[in-house]
């Protein structure tokens, strides 16, 4: 698998941002079996190796989980405000949870859970997330997670972008691109208007 064209503008955009934390977020929406969108912010923890598959990391026991059984297609929108560019990345997502089909994905949840710090891994053993609030507050102060086998409820979520719209402010006019995968290696790209 070859890097995806946007994968240039989007490695210069994290890069011109890296001061702050926060241009790490992004917004990923899916659609609930209701036909409703969902949207919520969620970290962006690197690519799959090799692949140009974004990798999240999130909790078998939260909604989105349902909406992407349900519907596959999700869409990351993602704000840079040093450079003040939005990327929005549309494609198929993929849960990768103990039980995955793939040794490879399967170890990759496991590098991705290693990789995560202590209070990060330690939210996975919290209560059930979206519920009434428990009335005991030390079950979100658990013991220390295993660091090296994930707790069962830990998913790896991958969203494989079919299409990238990046749009950048900067500029009189602004500048925006469209990228639509044809076939697993090959990419249009379109310069369109803003
Ligand atoms: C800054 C920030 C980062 C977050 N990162 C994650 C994340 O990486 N994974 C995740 O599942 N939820 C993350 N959340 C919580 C989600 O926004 C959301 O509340 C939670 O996943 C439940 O969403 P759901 O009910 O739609 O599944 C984050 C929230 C904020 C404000």
Redesign the pocket.
């Known amino acids: 698998m070859s890097v995806a064209p946007w994968r240039s503008p989007l490695a210069r955009a994290l890069h011109n941002n890296r001061a702050l934390p926060?241009a790490r977020?992004f917004q990923l929406a899916?659609v609930g079996a209701n036909g409703y969108p969902?949207n919520?912010?969620?970290?962006f923890?690197g690519f799959l190796e090799n692949t140009n598959q974004l990798q999240?990391?999130?909790?078998s026991r939260?909604?989105?989980?349902n909406?992407i059984q349900h519907q596959h297609w999700g869409e990351i929108c993602w704000y840079f405000p040093k450079t003040r560019e939005q990327f929005r990345l549309g494609g198929n997502l993929n849960l990768v949870t103990a039980s995955h089909t793939s040794q490879g994905l399967r170890d990759a949840r496991q590098i991705v859970w290693q990789e995560l710090s202590d209070s990060a891994r330690s939210q996975f053993a919290w209560p059930e997330?979206?519920v009434a609030r428990v009335e005991d507050e030390a079950a979100f102060s658990p013991l220390p997670s295993d660091r090296e086998q994930p707790l069962p409820n830990f998913c790896l979520l991958l969203l494989e972008p079919i299409q990238v719209d990046h749009l950048q402010l900067r500029g009189n006019p602004q500048n925006r691109w469209l990228y639509q995968q044809q076939s697993p290696d090959q990419w249009l790209k379109q310069a369109v208007n803003p």
């Open positions: 926060y977020y899916t969902a919520r912010t969620v970290v923890r999240i990391v999130t909790d939260s909604q989105k989980i909406h997330p979206g």
